[in-house]
């Protein structure tokens, strides 16, 4: 079987599903390194993989942004990017276009210098790269090793032709669609981003590695070989450029276990008092937005005399602890997965990875989208009909109780119910057999076994396979 690295950036939201398709690989038989910033290390040991330290970019969340230790110009753009939130989609977006001007080629030399130095001590017959690594996707592209890439979120990142562009959503949830005079400005943005880093790669490139191809577009850097998406295959996504497999895996949850005791119980205790079980969430970065948290429980709380609501609040859970009662549990973080079907209904950001939880376990949302692909993934929602979309920033507490009734009515309820029982045959383990196969077939390769490993020291490095 192959020896693979799997390269993650270091944010919780993507290095949790990656370790997740690391263990499905692990699992199949594969050798498996995990690399990703030196926080990550116990993700590697829960999937059986080694582990690698890398840092592929200045910025880190190890599972609640604000709580991440972080360089003090990190932490400034996430209260500027926080900021920029409450002020709507396009504004949103363009801090989001500034800020990666200035981060995602930080230091490509010494990504570059990192991810060869690795090569050249565990020889892997191929990486998986997530593909916001821009980084070290353009490190591999320039070292000429075989790689597959890992879309964490909506398809769109993968861009799908010329008019598509990285930061510019192709399509927008009724309640947040902006006016086309305020677009203009973002398509001028995403456009001048993907002048500058295209510039960017081939100079990188051309000093590097002169014979290498030339990258292309720099956020259309991807495999030529396979790749993996955490998400369903929704039929009115746009057609896969040619060229790799395309494999939608549906989500990218590992195994989950049973509910603990101790949530087990605040769940009795809470449909004690409540006929029906509201989950609130807003993932690593958003949870800060509080003022959205409190208008939803308070119009959970307020209007919705038969529904509890349990909220996963980062690091403003003291902030919201005076909502804490009867019928609210107020806590930092929350085991989203394995909780998810005990309730009846979510609220969340619109983030990929709770879009797929969702429709995983068949829960019906109330999507409140603020930022990066969240209005792609809100969208879909919208479309495949298991959740409704309203603007967080111009949700009041009385809408509330309306908003989460459209979301959790027969039909909606229905839908979500009846993708559960699609993706069932989905997930890690699928992309794990289907990813080693057409990386073999790409690359003309084929692992060894242990056997033909043995005489080799524990942990030295095998030299290339041919390719």
Not at 97 to 122: C, K, N, S
Not at 237 to 250: Q, W
């Amino acid at each position: 079987m192959p020896r693979i690295v799997i390269v993650s950036p270091p944010f919780h939201s993507h290095a949790a599903p990656l370790s997740a398709l690391a263990a499905a690989l692990a699992a199949d038989g594969a050798e498996v390194f995990f690399a990703c910033a030196p926080a990550f290390e116990p993700l590697a040991d829960r999937a059986g993989a080694g582990f690698v330290p890398l840092t592929v970019t200045r910025n880190a969340n190890t599972g609640v942004a604000e709580r991440t230790d972080q360089a003090a110009r990190e932490a400034a753009r996430l209260g500027e990017f926080l900021t920029a939130t409450r002020h709507g989609p396009v504004e949103t977006l363009l801090t989001q276009a500034r800020h990666r001007r200035a981060d995602m080629l930080a230091d490509p030399e010494g990504v570059y210098e990192d991810l060869r130095e690795l090569d050249r001590r565990l020889r892997p017959d191929w990486y998986v790269v997530d593909q916001l690594a821009y980084a070290a996707t353009l490190a591999l592209h320039c070292l000429g090793v075989p790689y597959a890439s890992y879309c964490p979120g909506h398809p769109s990142y993968v861009l799908s032709g010329p008019e598509a562009f990285f930061g510019l959503p192709r399509d927008w949830p009724d309640a947040v669609r902006p006016a086309p005079s305020r677009l203009a400005a973002l398509d001028t943005a995403v456009r001048d981003n993907d002048r500058a880093f295209t510039g960017l790669f081939a100079a990188f490139a051309r000093d590097r590695t002169p014979p290498a191809p030339a990258p292309g577009r720099a956020f259309a850097l991807t495999s030529a070989h396979a790749v993996v998406y955490a998400y369903p295959a929704l039929p009115w996504l746009p057609a896969r450029p040619g060229g790799p497999v395309h494999l939608f895996a549906g989500h990218m949850a590992g195994a989950d276990g049973p509910l603990d005791a101790d949530w087990t119980r605040r769940v009795k205790e809470l449909r004690e008092r409540a006929e029906r079980v509201v989950l609130v969430a807003f993932g690593t970065f958003l949870s800060a937005r509080d003022d959205v948290l409190r208008t939803v429980v308070s119009g959970v709380l307020d209007g919705m005399d038969d529904t509890a609501v349990v909220v996963a609040a980062g690091a403003r859970a003291d902030a919201l602890a005076d909502l804490a009662g009867d019928r609210a549990v107020v806590v930092p973080a929350v085991p989203q997965r394995q909780l998810l079907p005990h309730v009846d209904a979510m609220v969340h950001h619109g983030g990929a990875n709770s879009f797929t939880e969702c429709l995983r376990a068949g829960v019906p949302a109330l999507v409140l989208p603020m930022s990066s692909d969240q209005f792609s993934v809100a969208r879909d929602a919208e479309r495949a009909g298991v959740g409704v979309v309203r603007d967080p920033n111009a949700l009041r507490a009385p809408d509330v109780p309306d908003a989460l009734a459209a979301a959790m009515e027969g039909p909606v309820r229905r839908r979500a119910s009846r993708m559960a029982r699609d993706l069932r045959q989905y997930g890690p383990a699928w992309a794990a057999g289907r990813l080693v196969a057409a990386m073999e077939k790409a690359t003309g390769t084929v692992g060894e076994t242990a056997g033909e490993a043995t005489g080799e020291a524990a942990g030295e490095a095998r030299r290339p396979r041919s390719r």
